[in-house]
């Protein structure tokens, strides 16, 4: 029989986590013959809810699922993992400052940061989904340091890349296969940049630039990526509860994408540790557009793309924000003494 993969989700008493370990469990995100270990973290204050959610997995009666253990410490949760989605985070709450809730996720991700440096494998590859998703892969990579490479930290940028493709596909009345190669540029927030000057969509068989076949700059620089950017929030108007399904879906398309590869001629979009790419400083968890090798599995941020002013304004703009955030989150770490 093929060896497990032990895949950790963390907060998964949650709606995200929820609904992101059936995908793992029932072969979605690694296949059909791949047997999963799981194991579900969260607050001792949530056993449970995991109990709870242990006892449905076991329920689905699923062919790929080895085992289930929930577990509410951080040494039972990350010892030889080799994927983790860490989706539990502070949420940012009425009245609380910026600043107050980037302290209390540097408390979390340097305390997962160093679990991950202490309990599991130096291969172990990790998408951070809670939010300030960036900066928490910054921190989480920053602890980790010395065990658990840099380059396989990511945030994720999935669920904008997929919103991106649907509003293309909505545009030009095609199907999500029919386009491709949408980029998110900068920060999962809404300063990102959802960028379409490198896409294509296949329309009755005909493949064309995305620009030309929307035929509407002025849409696609204005509605088009405010409507991305700002989907998040129009979803808890509509529900009054976040986008769980679809960030789920999301953050299991990053790591399907991650374990086998990306398909030839296409890229997805991943906040990475930055190389120095495009000028944006080396270590910031940036979103670029990769691939990734089915063989090694190693992400490569796509290189020579070029930019047009209105483009420059907009990734300027986003590589800002991160950076303000990256460095309060450092201060935070000094002014907490970790």
């Known amino acids: 029989m093929t060896a497990p993969l032990r895949v950790l989700v963390t907060g998964a008493a949650g709606q995200i986590g929820y609904s992101i370990v059936i995908r793992i469990a029932d072969g979605t995100v690694f296949g059909k013959e791949q047997p999963v270990e ?3 973290l969260d607050i001792p204050q949530c056993s449970n809810i995991l109990e709870g959610v242990v006892f449905e997995l ?5 062919p790929t699922l080895y085992s289930v253990q929930a577990v509410t410490d951080e040494k039972s949760a990350f010892t030889g993992v080799d994927y983790a989605f860490l989706v539990g985070a502070m949420p940012r709450r009425e009245g609380m400052e910026r600043k107050d809730l980037l302290a209390a996720n540097v408390k979390i991700f340097k305390s997962q940061g160093k679990a991950l440096a202490e309990y599991a494998k130096p ?4 998408i951070v989904v809670g939010n300030p998703a960036n900066t928490n892969a910054f921190i989480a990579a920053k602890y980790a340091a010395g065990k658990v490479p840099s ?3 990511s945030a994720m940028t999935r669920l904008d890349h997929n919103r ?15 386009v491709k190669n949408v980029i998110i540029w900068g920060n999962h927030s809404s300063t990102q940049f959802p960028d379409v000057t490198h896409a294509t969509v296949n329309k009755n068989g005909t493949e ?15 509605p088009f990526i405010a409507t991305v950017q700002k989907r998040g929030g129009v979803i808890i108007e509509k529900r009054k509860l ?16 991650w374990h086998f590869g990306t398909k030839a001629g296409q890229f997805v979009s991943m906040a990475v540790p930055s190389d120095g790419s495009y000028g944006i400083p080396q270590g910031l968890v940036f979103s670029f557009p990769v691939t990734i090798d089915a063989a090694t599995r190693d992400w490569k941020i796509v290189q020579g793309l070029n930019f ?16 303000e955030e990256r460095d309060d989150a450092l201060k935070a770490c000094d002014d907490a003494n970790i």
């Open 164 to 178: 991106a493709l649907a509003q293309l596909a909505l545009k030009t009345g095609t199907t999500i296969g029919d």
């Open 308 to 323: 047009d002013d209105f483009a420059k304004g907009k990734i300027a703009a986003t590589q800002k924000e991160l950076e």
């Open 58 to 62: 076991q329920d689905c009666a699923l």
């Open 208 to 222: 064309s630039a995305a620009y030309a076949a929307v035929a509407d700059d002025a849409f696609l620089q204005g």
């Open 123 to 126: 291969t172990t590859k990790v």
């Open 242 to 257: 976040s986008s769980a399904m679809s960030a789920a879906k999301a953050a299991c398309d990053h790591i399907h994408d």
């Open 38 to 40: 799981l194991v579900l």
């Open 151 to 153: 380059k396989n930290f």
